[in-house]
């Protein structure tokens, strides 16, 4: 694993400042990260702001053991790997990273604009990129889980060994549940899926790999109880049948979240669905602000990691002629003259 002290400068977290840079990139995803190397590329002093404590965005919160398979160039990478890829790449560039702080502000100024966080610091950007992924992300209840969550429950799976040898059920019909069985199925006791509908909304290949798994799917089912102290047992009753209690030291609710942009919806873009208008150059409505990955939309628009890179090298490289107009748009391989 890369360590994040040493392979990237960070400035300390509660400290106030006002510092400048040729670009701010808001978002601490992949493909934030990889418009951070991609930057530094084209020689621009960078700064990575994101609200969450680690870099990776979702990845890191919400999937770090996961494989991702859709990534050019790995069969199968885990998310956690990749990130640290990501980060290990950038950091030969050396951006500085605001983590746990909030974007809140933007205005313009005469040379640029002037983004000011949630703990007072201010940053004055030539330009900015946002890569915000799908915004901040709330996990929906499980009902009958008020007051477990730390105490058996959780919405996510950052570590997997935390779960080797327990009684697992997971609450949910979506890809992050059927993920999560593929993940802890080698290592848990057991593992159960209980989902309220008989359709699930996973992908068809990864339902398949579960049931030939073994693992029990419970559909048509509501979770009633969860009990024990520590947690030992869940009751779970199915649609016209008799309630039945399964043992359970983890129950993973993974019903979704909801998600919104905070306070860049108030910084007059051009907004669709939580998704920030772009033009081919990725650029904004407003004067020097980009958007990549999945907060960008425009027309026939594929929410995909391999997108997003995509997007972070155009964005950047347009960035680049916007700052100097005697820039080339196209700057050319970062393999050549090696």
Same mark, same amino acid.
């Given at each position: 694993?890369?360590d994040?002290?040493?392979a *990237?400068?960070?400035?300390?977290?509660?400290?106030?400042?006002?510092?400048?840079?040729? #670009?701010?990139?808001?978002?601490?995803?992949?493909?934030?990260?990889?418009?951070?190397?991609? %930057?530094?590329?084209?020689? &621009?002093?960078?700064?990575?702001v994101?609200a969450?404590?680690?870099p990776g965005?979702?990845?890191t919160? /919400?999937?770090?053991e996961?494989?991702?398979?859709?990534?050019a160039?790995?069969?199968?990478?885990?998310?956690?790997d990749l990130?640290?890829?990501?980060?290990?790449q950038?950091?030969?560039?050396?951006?500085?990273?605001l983590?746990g702080r909030?974007?809140?502000?933007?205005?313009s100024?005469?040379?640029? #604009?002037?983004v000011?966080?949630?703990?007072?610091s201010?940053?004055?950007?030539?330009? !900015?990129?946002?890569?915000?992924g /799908?915004g901040?992300?709330?996990?929906?209840?499980?009902?009958?889980?008020?007051?477990?969550?730390?105490?058996? &429950?959780?919405?996510? !799976?950052?570590?997997?060994?935390?779960?080797?040898?327990?009684h697992?059920?997971?609450?949910?019909g979506?890809?992050?549940?059927?993920?999560?069985a593929?993940a =802890?199925?080698?290592?848990?006791? @057991?593992?159960?899926?209980v989902?309220?509908? $008989?359709?699930?909304?996973?992908? %068809? %290949?990864t339902?398949?790999?579960?049931?030939e798994?073994?693992?029990?799917?419970?559909t048509? $089912?509501? +979770? #009633? $109880?969860?009990?024990g102290?520590?947690?030992?047992? +869940?009751?779970?009753?199915v649609?016209?049948g008799?309630a039945r209690?399964?043992?359970?030291?983890t !129950?993973? %609710?993974?019903?979704?979240f909801t998600?919104d942009?905070?306070?860049?919806? @108030?910084?007059g873009?051009?907004?669709?669905?939580?998704? !920030?208008?772009?033009?081919?150059?990725?650029? *904004?409505? =407003?004067?020097?602000?980009?958007?990549?990955?999945?907060v960008?939309?425009?027309p026939g628009?594929?929410?995909?990691?391999?997108?997003?890179?995509g997007?972070?090298?155009?964005?950047?490289?347009?960035?680049?002629?916007?700052?100097?107009? @005697?820039a080339?748009?196209?700057?050319?391989? @970062?393999?050549?003259?090696t």
């Open positions: 694993m890369v994040h002290s040493t *990237t400068h960070h400035w300390q977290k509660g400290t106030l400042m006002e510092r400048d840079v040729d #670009l701010l990139i808001v978002g601490a995803g992949p493909t934030g990260l990889f418009a951070a190397y991609y %930057a530094g590329f084209r020689e &621009m002093n960078v700064a990575v994101d969450l404590p680690e965005g979702q990845v919160a /919400m999937y770090p996961k494989m991702i398979f859709d990534v160039g790995f069969p199968a990478v885990r998310g956690r990130v640290n890829g990501l980060v290990e950038a950091a030969q560039f050396k951006p500085a990273y983590l909030q974007a809140r502000t933007c205005e100024t005469e040379d640029g #604009l002037r000011g966080l949630a703990d007072g201010v940053i004055n950007a030539k330009a !900015v990129l946002i890569t915000a /799908m901040e992300f709330n996990p929906r209840p499980l009902p009958a889980g008020d007051g477990w969550l730390g105490r058996g &429950m959780v919405h996510f !799976v950052p570590v997997l060994a935390e779960h080797a040898g327990q697992v059920v997971i609450v949910g979506g890809d992050s549940a059927f993920d999560w593929l =802890l199925h080698p290592i848990a006791a @057991s593992v159960k899926i989902h309220r509908r $008989a359709n699930f909304r996973a992908h %068809a %290949a339902v398949r790999q579960v049931r798994l073994g693992v029990e799917i419970i048509d $089912a509501e +979770v #009633l $109880a969860l009990r102290e520590p947690l030992s047992e +869940v009751d779970v009753k649609k016209g008799d209690t399964l043992p359970a030291q !129950v993973v %609710a993974a019903l979704g998600a942009l905070g306070p860049i919806e @108030s910084w873009l051009e907004l669709d669905h939580r998704a !920030v208008l772009v033009d081919t150059t990725m650029k *904004t409505k =407003l004067d020097r602000i980009y958007a990549a990955g999945d960008a939309q425009y628009k594929v929410k995909l990691i391999a997108t997003g890179f997007e972070a090298a155009t964005a950047v490289n347009n960035i680049a002629v916007a700052l100097n107009p @005697s080339h748009l196209f700057p050319g391989h @970062s393999s050549d003259g």
